[in-house]
């Protein structure tokens, strides 16, 4: 995998900073935040599924693999 969550720190941090800069017009500024905005909503996704993965995880480390057929996201297919 390419992306890793220290990644995504890095991308808001970048817009932070794009955000502070005092040199922007104010058409730069709207572009910015409307960027921004864009930035967050798919980090909350991405935190959100990476939560999610956290969550099976420690599912698995305190139930035992038995419990993996109901997670189907992290467990192969049993079907086929």
């Known amino acids: 995998m390419k992306n890793k969550l220290i990644d995504l ?5 970048a817009q ?9 017009t104010a058409e730069e ?6 960027r921004a905005q ?3 909503a798919v980090s909350d996704k991405i935190i959100g599924t990476a939560s999610l993965q956290l969550r ?10 038995h ?10 297919n049993k079907d086929g």
Do not use: M, W, Y
């Open 67 to 76: 419990i993996e057929r109901h997670l189907p996201a992290i467990g192969a």
């Open 9 to 13: 720190n890095n991308h808001l941090f």
């Open 29 to 34: 500024i709207e572009k910015e935040t409307t």
């Open 38 to 40: 864009a930035v967050v």
């Open 16 to 24: 932070l900073e794009r955000l502070s800069d005092e040199d922007l």
């Open 56 to 65: 099976a995880a420690s599912l698995v480390a305190e139930h035992g693999i």
